[in-house]
């Protein structure tokens, strides 16, 4: 039963979640991609999580000097190797997945910077 079907049926809800921590090699997104893998991997949809939820910069790592010294690690909403691995995530354990990730936007030719979270959903037909 999905979380939405659990909130209509019952006022009183119990969220199975599983909190990740993930010491990151700063600016190695495909290093920590795999760190995070190898740590979920005895993890299936059987598991039934609700909710996978890794920290702020989990797949970046923190401490950048500057928007030149983090602009090659950040993302447009929903484009990119963060998003990408995220999306999957929840396909393959049927949960929500929250990771904090550096985002970017382009506005009027400027760029923007936020530091963002991603939460990606397991869409079904149910």
Known sequence: MCIRDRLQASKNIHLKCLLGQVNSKFKDIEANIGKIEV??????????????????????????????????????????KQFDF??????????????????????DGNTEYYNSLYVCLLYTSD
């Open 86 to 107: 995220c999306s999957k995530l929840a396909k393959r354990l049927k949960a929500y997945v929250m990771c904090g990730y550096p985002e970017k936007q382009i506005v």
């Open 39 to 80: 740590s979920l991997q005895r993890y299936s949809d059987k598991d039934e999580f609700d909710v996978i939820l890794l920290p702020e910069m989990a797949l970046t790592g923190y401490n950048f000097k500057s928007q030149q010294d983090i602009d090659p690690y950040t993302e447009e909403c929903s484009k990119g």
